[in-house]
């Protein structure tokens, strides 16, 4: 699955388009890509963070509450334009795409084959 946001923190905006496995833990993940650009952010290094699917919207799971909209929760099917608060970050959500999969010549359950994990990034400062 392809979840598309926006993330912000006090200088710059980037769209992130992030691709990964349903259930799967993504903090850790999360959290080495944001520090790779932003050093200075401290993100929550304990709990778990993770996305599942269910009809066509991706749900946010997580041990510890986010902040959705102003509003503390701990697992939500996420809208477009909702805000998650994580940590320093500020998330905006956009997009949800499922991964083109390919089936196996006679195979009759669908073989998913997704992308390695990965980030990829855009950057628009923000106008101060």
């Not at 699917?53 to 334009?81: C, E, F, M, W, Y």
Request: aromatic share 8%.
């Amino acid at each position: 699955m392809k979840l598309i946001f926006n993330i912000e923190n006090n200088k710059e905006k980037k769209e992130l388009l992030y691709i990964c496995t349903p259930g799967e833990d993504i903090q850790k993940h999360f959290a080495a890509e944001i520090r790779k650009l932003w050093p200075e952010i401290r993100l929550p290094s304990n709990g778990l963070l993770s996305f599942d699917i269910k009809d066509a919207a991706p749900i946010i799971k997580s041990k510890k509450p986010l902040t959705i909209n102003g509003v503390a929760v701990q697992d939500r099917t996420l809208k477009k334009n909702d805000r998650i608060i994580f940590g320093a970050l500020r998330l905006n959500y956009l997009a949800f795409e499922t991964v083109q999969t390919e089936t196996e010549a006679g195979d009759d359950m669908l073989t998913r084959r997704l992308p390695e994990f990965k980030f990829e990034w855009r950057t628009h400062p923000l106008k101060a």
